[in-house]
């Protein structure tokens, strides 16, 4: 219902990300084609062609050049090498918003960083990686969907209230990102209260970076975090309208029950 789609219409796309997945690893487009129940190798590409628009032969020939990167940008969001430093993830940050003519300039972005840095400061995640990294993720997520200055500052922050005993009145940040951090930082019940976009921005690209990092958890907390994506983030997303975040939103989850 959240994907918008009927039942079979949804089986059929989460087959052909599978098939895109295990091309990807390399198996052979028939043996993809067989896995997910097509009766013929023209068959299954037809159905491929529909979906994503270009040739499956097209995957075998996509080479990665981000570390970490990943062969599924036509079906998920772009994403960033998993254990970047914070300092590679800043120039990140200045390139996706250069490349995407948001107009956040380089004085800007770095004062923020300064401020994420040292109040996070210390501050581990489960992978061993700094804590900062989480934010400075989010916030590249939001570039990446250009998403507006103010939005992308305050992402630096995300849960920088939640995570540290900050006084977020010293932080000295511009009214509009202030609020924006008081807002994203609120704890809330259910997603009835992200009433504003650009909370509900910030929170869903808050919780696509918590998924794709949900490995370093245990499996009850993966399996939690995974129903509370299913029940609450799907839809959240499903109300900014944007396709990619959904599929991934939802394959990162579905993938907590049957991951070993």
């Not at 270009?54 to 990665?64: E, M, S, Y």
């Not at 924006?180 to 609120?186: A, D, K, P, Q, S």
Request: charged share 30%.
């Amino acid at each position: 219902e959240f994907m918008g789609v009927s039942v079979m219409e949804y089986v059929k796309k989460r087959k052909l990300i599978f098939a895109s997945e295990e091309i990807l690893r390399g198996r052979t487009i028939l043996e993809v084609a067989m896995a997910c129940g097509y009766d013929s190798h023209s068959g299954f590409t037809r159905a491929f062609c529909r979906e994503f628009g270009f040739f499956p032969a097209l995957l075998k020939a996509i080479t990665i050049h981000l570390e970490g990167g990943s062969g599924m940008n036509h079906v998920f969001m772009e994403r960033a090498g998993l254990h970047l430093s914070k300092e590679e993830l800043l120039e990140k940050i200045k390139s996706i918003v250069l490349e995407n003519e948001i107009l956040l300039d380089e004085d800007q972005i770095d004062e923020m960083y300064r401020k994420a840095d040292s109040a996070y400061e210390g501050l581990k995640r489960y992978s061993g990686d700094e804590y900062v990294t989480h934010p400075l993720h989010v916030a590249l997520i939001l570039a990446c969907m250009e998403a507006e200055e103010d939005c992308i500052l305050a992402a630096m922050m995300c849960d920088v209230l939640k995570k540290t005993d900050v006084d977020p009145e010293k932080l000295c940040l511009a009214p509009q990102v202030k609020a924006l951090v008081l807002e994203t930082n609120r704890e809330h019940e259910g997603n009835q209260e992200w009433s504003d976009k650009k909370v509900l921005l910030i929170k869903a690209a808050e919780r696509l970076h918590n998924m794709r990092t949900i490995e370093f958890m245990g499996q009850e907390e993966r399996k939690k975090r995974a129903e509370e994506t299913l029940d609450l983030f799907l839809p959240a997303a499903a109300k900014l309208g944007n396709e990619k975040l959904m599929a991934e939103l939802n394959d990162l989850a579905l993938k907590c029950f049957y991951r070993e």
